[in-house]
């Protein structure tokens, strides 16, 4: 069992480096009462409007709210969505070094509507253009400077243009050759470009499309045999695929453990990927065993969907289930 109380502290030792796609989860909400003479759509009556981190920005909020020290590593654009960005960073008193501006490109925004606990429509503003090579290298010379001090790194990719094969590549031999872990929540154009990796986390969708497989998150079989076909094509130290209800699966490939999900009132999925990649990058990082890096991912992913819209983890609910559940 778990000693939670080294959990905390070793948690709150830890620097964490991310690198990847930053942006805004924009937010609408209000009430729908009748439907428009114009179009038949629904009407929304605004109640109120919030901007929060998104991304990797999510990510490191997760980090921050675990108790450990986010570096992010990150670009945006130089608009009006980008200084929203480094107001929502300043806010959570957050460092905005590592976040490069570039001219012309647009931050990453993703517009929701709701109306009560429904989500009505989204609407997304980006740019997914793999950044130039001058700005590879401004975010390569940052990640030198900062991953000394750091204890983990992790890949936080959403298509959107920051990380391209051969930046991945140099970061995962840098952090290699320092001893860091490197932990990585991939997405389809890179996926099979993380060779070397500690940890490749994909979600079952995820998974299915990079290796082009077609099975079943309940074929417990079959989504081993990916993991073992995935480490053939890009040799990995260990895998962990999430599985929505299913739970997870982690293998390093000579152990591979299986962990049911626990039973909850699902409000919202969005953002559970963020933080079971938070979880199990502060886990590697405090050395657990592969068993209960899953475990407490799995039951920090599970945690977060209670709530609607994307919401960093609670350390002390966490603490007191894994406490409960006798993880």
């Known amino acids: 069992m778990i000693d939670t109380e080294q959990l905390k502290e070793d948690f709150s030792k830890a620097k964490v480096l991310i690198i990847g796609d930053v942006m805004i989860d924009s937010y609408v909400w209000g009430k729908v009462s009748r439907i428009s003479p114009e179009a038949p759509v629904p009407i929304v009556n605004v109640d109120r409007r919030e901007i929060r981190l998104g991304g990797a920005g999510n990510v490191a909020l997760n980090i921050k709210a675990l ?94 243009g920051v990380l391209s094969a051969d930046f991945i590549r140099q970061v995962i031999k840098i952090a290699s050759e320092k001893d860091i872990p490197t932990v990585v929540d991939p997405k389809k154009n890179q996926f099979l470009d993380y060779a070397g990796a500690t940890l490749f986390k994909p979600n079952l969708k995820e998974l299915r499309e990079g290796l082009k497989l077609d099975f079943y998150s309940t074929d417990f079989k079959a989504v081993e045999d990916s993991l073992f076909k995935l480490n053939k094509l890009m040799p990995v130290k260990s895998a962990m695929v999430t599985l929505s209800e299913n739970g997870v699966m982690i293998s390093d490939f000579n152990k591979t453990h299986h962990i049911a999900a626990h039973k909850r009132e699902i409000a919202d999925v969005s953002g559970a990927g963020d933080t079971v990649i938070s979880l199990a990058a502060l886990c590697l990082a405090c050395k657990m065993p592969i068993e209960k890096i899953a475990a407490i991912s799995n039951l920090g992913g599970g945690l977060v969907c209670e709530h609607l819209g994307v919401v960093p983890i609670n350390l002390d609910l966490l603490i007191k289930e894994i406490g409960r559940l006798g993880i």
Do not use: W
């Open 67 to 160: 108790g450990a020290e986010p570096i992010l590593c990150a670009v945006a654009g130089n608009d009006e969505e980008s200084r929203n960005l480094l107001y929502l960073l300043a806010k959570r008193k957050m460092q905005s070094d590592g976040i490069f501006q570039i001219p012309d490109r647009l931050t990453t925004v993703k517009h929701r509507i709701l109306a009560g606990s429904q989500q009505m429509m989204r609407i997304d503003t980006e740019t997914d253009n793999i950044i130039d090579s001058a700005h590879q290298e401004k975010l390569l010379d940052f990640v030198k400077e900062k991953i000394g001090e750091c204890h983990v790194v992790i890949f936080e990719d959403y298509d959107k």
